[in-house]
């Protein structure tokens, strides 16, 4: 196995511990720093698996599988457990607004759905990179991290936090519509071509 896809499994494996200290996240700043740390691992293993694949010429088509796969996971269960009331925090409030997980959670299934009906269609199983869906992944991560830190920060500043939090998730549900659409017409076009994608 290359060391991006050790890489890469490696970000699977961590999804487990960073949903386990978020569930207690409310309990102690430890397990929020520890779920903070852990986003921050995680994206910079994005990165770095992507960078080496490419540099290293060990792009792989099961690489390419499971590099989406790993964020889908991370994304699915942070986004739905950071929705629920009381998490992050005794103030039911912080937490992530439906509006955000709800269109981040359809994009994420939306995707796998669409590369399961891509492949049984036209044979094309791979990852479809695009420069908005890299600024969508990267605003994910930033959400997450900022929400680690969102109940201690509120109590320095409680306005300005609010407003940025909101930006935050302004931005990420921007970028991923705008990706979303990208992958739609990017698939359709694979279809179209019978699986040659250029």
């Known amino acids: 196995m ?3 896809n050790r890489i890469t499994v490696l ?18 700043w430890a397990y929020r720093y520890g779920a903070l740390a852990l986003v921050v691992l995680l994206g910079v ?7 080496l694949a490419r540099r290293t010429g060990a792009v792989t088509r099961i690489g390419s599988v499971l590099d989406p796969l790993a964020d889908y996971a991370l994304m699915i269960s942070a986004l739905v457990t950071m929705t629920i009331p009381g998490i992050l925090s005794d103030n039911p409030d912080v937490r992530l607004p439906y509006w955000v997980s709800v269109t981040l959670v359809s994009r994420a299934v939306f995707m796998l759905v669409g590369m399961g009906i891509v492949y049984l269609l036209s044979g094309f199983f791979q990852g479809l990179p695009s420069a ?4 969508a992944t990267v605003m994910q991560f930033v959400t997450l991290a900022v929400m680690c830190a969102a109940p201690d920060l509120l109590e320095l500043a409680p306005r300005l936090v609010w407003w940025i939090l909101h930006a935050v998730w302004g931005l990420t549900v921007l970028f991923g519509i705008v990706s979303w659409l990208g992958y739609i017409r990017t698939g359709s076009k694979l279809l179209t071509a019978g699986g040659q994608h250029k």
Do not use: C, H, N
Not at 45 to 51: H, N, P, R, W
């Open 2 to 4: 290359s060391w991006p």
């Open 11 to 28: 970000r699977i494996l961590l999804v487990t511990p960073f949903i386990l200290l978020l569930l207690d996240a409310k309990e102690s």
């Open 132 to 135: 908005s869906g890299k600024a």
């Open 45 to 51: 293993g994005d990165a770095i698996d992507g960078i």
